[in-house]
């Protein structure tokens, strides 16, 4: 975990998407460049000295921070899209949403075996979409060296659901 330097760019606004929620916005810390440097300055010297293929993120914020840091790295970036988003052939895998299901796609041609892969979010929350992803990385031949988040909801657990891979977030919530 980070000082509180980075959690205080992050906006907090109550009641969004519905009452009872705090949404975590992240749009204030991206608009402060010394805040987005840092959090990609943080994830760097994490993984810079890893070998690292390609950088996996989840559309949409988590392209922001995984392009930054593949280029960083030295690394391919690799997109995991929503249904129909993709243009080439793709594999897909379903995952349980709160009320119903989802799914994300990956390119076939995207992960060759045995490449080591770093997949970077914004956020984990519940762990369904995160586990998806591992999942279609894993389908590729991909070997995932670790996960790493800007913002965790620990009270979420979403960590257990992918507890088998080192996970490193930047900014940790306990609670709403």
């Known amino acids: 975990m980070v000082d509180d330097n980075l959690r205080q760019t992050v906006r907090n606004i109550p009641d969004f998407p519905k009452k009872g929620i705090v949404f975590r916005d992240i749009t204030t810390l991206l608009k402060d460049k010394e805040a987005f440097r840092k959090s990609i300055d943080i994830l760097f010297e994490k993984y810079k000295t890893v070998q690292i293929d390609k950088v996996v993120s989840v559309e949409s914020r988590g392209f922001i921070f995984g392009s930054v840091l593949a280029y960083k790295l030295n690394a391919g970036f690799v997109p995991v899209?929503?249904?129909?988003?993709?243009?080439?052939?793709?594999?897909?895998?379903?995952?349980?949403?709160?009320?119903?299901?989802?799914?994300?796609?990956?390119?076939?041609?995207?992960?060759?075996?045995?490449?080591?892969?770093?997949?970077?979010?914004?956020l984990?929350?519940?762990?369904?979409?995160?586990?998806?992803?591992?999942?279609?990385?894993?389908?590729?031949?991909?070997?995932?060296?670790?996960?790493?988040?800007?913002?965790?909801?620990?009270?979420?657990?979403?960590?257990?659901?992918v507890e088998r891979y080192p996970i490193h977030s930047l900014i940790q919530y306990d609670s709403e």
């Open 81 to 122: 899209r929503k249904p129909k988003k993709l243009p080439s052939a793709t594999i897909r895998e379903e995952y349980d949403l709160e009320y119903g299901k989802d799914i994300l796609e990956i390119h076939t041609d995207a992960i060759t075996k045995g490449e080591r892969v770093l997949i970077v979010d914004d």
């Open 124 to 161: 984990l929350a519940t762990g369904g979409t995160i586990d998806a992803a591992c999942r279609l990385v894993e389908r590729l031949g991909g070997e995932i060296i670790a996960l790493a988040f800007l913002i965790e909801l620990n009270f979420l657990n979403g960590r257990k659901k």
